[in-house]
C-alpha cells in the first residue's frame, strides 16, 4: 500500500500549551482507483503514534477533530470523481454508438436506419404510452377496438414514412403531396368510422379519437409542427371531458383509457419537438437515396408466384397515328359538307318538312293555353327528360322507421310526423338516441340517463327528469321542455333551439358550440308563463393588462 505523509512545516508553539512533534498526526489514502469496470476502494488513515507523548489533551482534542474533517472531504470528494468518471465514460459510449449510426447512413449505408435516435424515440412511443391505450381498449371492447386498431395502422404507416424519410433526400412538392394523399386515408378511415356509428354505446370515445387523429398529420406542418399536435389534442377535450362524466364513478377502465390517449398525445408532441422540430428531418448527404412512396403506402411486393401481367398493345408510330387522323378528319368533313350543299340545293323545298301550327296550337288565338302555360305532350322531348332528371335527382331514400329497445338504448330513428311516440317503463340505466327525425314529438317518462337528438328537424322532446345530459347535434328547429330536472343541455351544430326549463331546474348549464337561434325560457313564480332569453352568439375577446385573453359575450363590435 502506498501512503502519502504530510509532515509538520512548522512546530507551533504555545505560550501554555507545548505539542512536540512526535505527537503530530498524518493522513494516509490508498491510490483511487477511477476505471469504472473494475472494483475500487478507498481507504483513508490517520496515522498518530499511541506512545506519542501529549502534554495537552485539549490540543489532541482539536487536532483528531480537524483530521476527521479532512478524512470526510476526501471521502466526498473521491466519492465524487467516481461517479463523473462513470457518467462521461456511459455518456461517450452512447454518443459514439450514435454518431456512429448516423454517419453511416450519411455515407451512404442505410441499413443502420432503425438504430437512429429519432426512428428508436418514436418505436418507445408506440411500445410504451400506445401499447398501453391499446391494452385498455382491447378491455372495453366494441367499437373502442375497433377505431383503436385503425388508429394503429396509421401509427405504423408514419412509422415507415419516418425510416424512409431518414434514408432519402427530400423529394419534390409534387412528390410528397402524392403521398400525403394516401397518407390521409388512413386518418380519414378512423373519422369515418365514427360518422358510420352515431348510434354506438361510444360515441364520445369514438369522437375523442376522430377529433384528435388528426395529430398524425404534423408530417405535413412546417414550421412548426409541434404546436399543432397540441392544437389536436385539444380539440378532443370536448368528448374526453364527457368521458370521464359518464365513467367517473361507473368503470375506472374509461376514466383510464382517456388520460391515457392524452399521455400518447402529448409523448407525440415531445417527440415531435425535439426530433422534427421545424418539420420532418430528411437526409441530406449526397449519397441518400430518392423517396419511394410506394414503399410506404404499399410495403413490401409480395413474394408469391403470381402471374406477371400482360405485355402492353403495341404503338403506334407518330405518323401512322397522323395519318389515322387525318383519313377520319377528311372523311367526316367531306360528309358533313356534301349533307350541307344537298339541301341548299332543294331551294323552297327545304321548308316541306316543316309541320304547319295550325290555330288550335297558337297561343296567341287561343287564350287556354295562355292560361294553363302548359305544353301537349310529345312536343317537347326535352323538356320531359329534364323533368324526369329533375324528379330523380329530388328523390330521397326513405329508411325504414326504428322505435325500440335494444341493451338498454332507446333508439328511435327515420320517424316522420309522429306526435305519438311515448317511451314509458324507463330507469337509471336507459338511454335515449334520435336521429333523422322530421316533425315529430316524443316524449320519455320517467327518470333516464340521457338523451341525444342527432341530425332531426322540427322535433319536440317533453321528459321527466334526465340523471346527465340531454344533447342537441347537427339539428334545426328543435324544442325541449324538461318537467323535473336536467343537470346539463348540450347544445352543439343545431341551428334554432328553444329550451323551456322548470322551476326544478333552474340550475341547469347550458354548454354551446357552433349554434345560432338559441332561447332559453325560465317560468315565473306562478309557474303559467315563460321569459324568453337570448343566448349569445357572438363574442368579444381582448388583451387585458396582464396579457391574457379576456372573452364577453355582446351583440355587436
Same mark, same amino acid.
Given at each position: 500500500m502506498s501512503r502519502i505523509y504530510h509532515p509538520p512545516s512548522k512546530q507551533v508553539h504555545h505560550p501554555a500549551n507545548t505539542i512536540s512533534?512526535?505527537?503530530?498526526?498524518?493522513?494516509?489514502?490508498?491510490k483511487v482507483n477511477l476505471n469504472p469496470t473494475t472494483a475500487a476502494s478507498t481507504k483513508i488513515?490517520?496515522?498518530?503514534?499511541?506512545?506519542?507523548?501529549?502534554?495537552?489533551?485539549?490540543?489532541?482534542? /482539536?487536532?483528531? @477533530?480537524?483530521?476527521?474533517?479532512?478524512?470526510?472531504?476526501?471521502e466526498k470528494l473521491v466519492t465524487r470523481m467516481e461517479k463523473a468518471t462513470?457518467?462521461?465514460?456511459?455518456?461517450?459510449?452512447?454518443?459514439?454508438?450514435? @454518431?456512429?449510426?448516423?454517419?453511416?447512413?450519411?455515407?451512404?449505408?442505410?441499413?443502420?436506419?432503425?438504430?437512429?435516435?429519432?426512428?428508436?424515440?418514436?418505436?418507445?412511443l408506440i411500445n410504451s404510452k400506445f401499447s398501453s391505450f391499446k391494452d385498455?381498449?382491447?378491455?372495453?371492447?366494441?367499437?373502442?377496438?375497433t377505431i383503436v386498431d385503425l388508429v394503429e395502422n396509421a401509427f405504423k404507416m408514419e412509422r415507415k414514412f419516418l425510416v424512409e424519410a431518414a434514408r432519402c433526400v427530400q423529394p419534390s412538392q409534387d412528390s410528397l403531396m402524392k403521398f400525403l394523399q394516401q397518407y390521409s386515408k388512413s386518418i380519414e378511415e378512423v373519422q369515418s368510422f365514427r360518422g358510420k356509428n352515431r348510434s354506438s354505446a361510444f360515441f364520445n370515445h369514438l369522437s375523442a379519437i376522430s377529433e384528435s387523429i388528426g395529430?398524425?398529420?404534423?408530417? /405535413?406542418?412546417?414550421?412548426?409542427?409541434? +404546436?399543432?399536435?397540441?392544437?389536436?389534442?385539444?380539440?378532443?377535450?370536448?368528448?374526453?371531458?364527457?368521458?370521464?362524466?359518464?365513467? @367517473?364513478?361507473?368503470?375506472?377502465?374509461?376514466?383510464?383509457?382517456?388520460?391515457?390517449?392524452?399521455?400518447?398525445l402529448s409523448e407525440l408532441q415531445a417527440y415531435v419537438k425535439q426530433h422534427h422540430t421545424t418539420g420532418v428531418t430528411w437526409n441530406s448527404s449526397k449519397k441518400s437515396m430518392q423517396f419511394d412512396a410506394s414503399k410506404v403506402v404499399l410495403g413490401s411486393a409480395p413474394s408469391g408466384g403470381s402471374a406477371p401481367p400482360p405485355p402492353p398493345p403495341p404503338v403506334m408510330s407518330l405518323e401512322e397515328l397522323l395519318a389515322d387522323d387525318s383519313k377520319s378528319k377528311?372523311?367526316?368533313?367531306?360528309?358533313?359538307?356534301? /349533307?350541307?350543299?344537298?339541301?341548299?340545293?332543294?331551294?323552297?323545298?327545304?321548308?316541306?318538312?316543316?309541320?304547319?301550327?295550325?290555330?288550335?296550337?297558337?297561343?296567341h288565338k287561343n287564350p287556354n293555353l295562355r292560361a294553363g302555360n302548359t305544353v301537349p305532350s310529345g312536343t317537347n322531348s326535352l323538356t320531359n327528360s329534364s323533368s324526369s332528371l329533375q324528379?330523380?335527382?329530388?328523390?330521397?331514400?326513405?329508411? +325504414?322507421?326504428?322505435?325500440?329497445l335494444a341493451d338498454k338504448k332507446w333508439k328511435i330513428e327515420n320517424q316522420l310526423n309522429r306526435n305519438d311516440l311515448v317511451i314509458e317503463d324507463t330507469d337509471l340505466k336507459q338511454t335515449v338516441y334520435i336521429y333523422q327525425c322530421k316533425?315529430?314529438?316524443?316524449?320519455?317518462?320517467?327518470?333516464?340517463?340521457?338523451?341525444?337528438?342527432?341530425?332531426?328537424?322540427?322535433?319536440?322532446?317533453?321528459?321527466?327528469?334526465?340523471?346527465?345530459?340531454?344533447?342537441?347535434?347537427?339539428?334545426?328547429?328543435?324544442?325541449?321542455?324538461?318537467?323535473?330536472?336536467?343537470? $346539463?343541455?348540450?347544445?352543439?351544430?343545431?341551428?334554432?333551439?328553444?329550451?323551456?326549463?322548470?322551476?326544478?331546474?333552474?340550475?341547469?348549464?347550458?354548454? $354551446?358550440?357552433?349554434?345560432?337561434?338559441?332561447?332559453?325560457?325560465?317560468?315565473?313564480e306562478n309557474d303559467d308563463e315563460f321569459s324568453e332569453y337570448p343566448v349569445p352568439e357572438q363574442f368579444k375577446t381582448i388583451i387585458n393588462s396582464s396579457r391574457k385573453l379576456t372573452t364577453q359575450p355582446t351583440e355587436s363590435v
Open positions: 512533534s512526535s505527537s503530530n498526526a498524518s493522513v494516509s489514502i490508498n488513515y490517520v496515522n498518530n503514534p499511541s506512545n506519542a507523548p501529549l502534554d495537552d489533551k485539549r490540543s489532541e482534542s /482539536a487536532d483528531s @477533530k480537524m483530521s476527521a474533517e479532512l478524512v470526510d472531504r476526501m462513470s457518467k462521461l465514460e456511459n455518456f461517450s459510449s452512447e454518443s459514439v454508438g450514435a @454518431k456512429s449510426a448516423t454517419e453511416s447512413i450519411q455515407n451512404g449505408s442505410h441499413d443502420n436506419t432503425e438504430e437512429l435516435p429519432s426512428i428508436i424515440a418514436f418505436d418507445e385498455l381498449s382491447n378491455k372495453i371492447g366494441g367499437d373502442v377496438k395529430a398524425l398529420g404534423w408530417i /405535413a406542418v412546417s414550421p412548426t409542427p409541434a +404546436p399543432y399536435v397540441k392544437e389536436m389534442s385539444d380539440a378532443a377535450q370536448f368528448y374526453t371531458n364527457r368521458v370521464l362524466k359518464d365513467y @367517473k364513478e361507473k368503470d375506472a377502465n374509461h376514466v383510464q383509457w382517456v388520460k391515457q390517449w392524452l399521455q400518447v377528311s372523311s367526316t368533313n367531306k360528309a358533313n359538307t356534301d /349533307a350541307l350543299f344537298a339541301e341548299l340545293s332543294k331551294g323552297s323545298d327545304i321548308t316541306k318538312s316543316l309541320k304547319k301550327v295550325t290555330d288550335d296550337q297558337k297561343t324528379s330523380k335527382s329530388t328523390t330521397v331514400i326513405q329508411k +325504414p322507421p326504428v322505435f325500440e316533425e315529430c314529438t316524443i316524449t320519455v317518462k320517467g327518470k333516464i340517463n340521457s338523451i341525444i337528438v342527432d341530425s332531426c328537424n322540427r322535433v319536440g322532446l317533453l321528459f321527466d327528469d334526465v340523471l346527465s345530459t340531454v344533447e342537441f347535434i347537427n339539428s334545426k328547429s328543435v324544442q325541449m321542455q324538461v318537467l323535473g330536472k336536467v343537470p $346539463t343541455v348540450s347544445i352543439e351544430k343545431t341551428d334554432g333551439c328553444q329550451v323551456y326549463l322548470s322551476r326544478n331546474s333552474l340550475n341547469s348549464e347550458i354548454v $354551446t358550440s357552433k349554434s345560432s337561434s338559441m332561447n332559453v325560457l325560465i317560468p315565473n
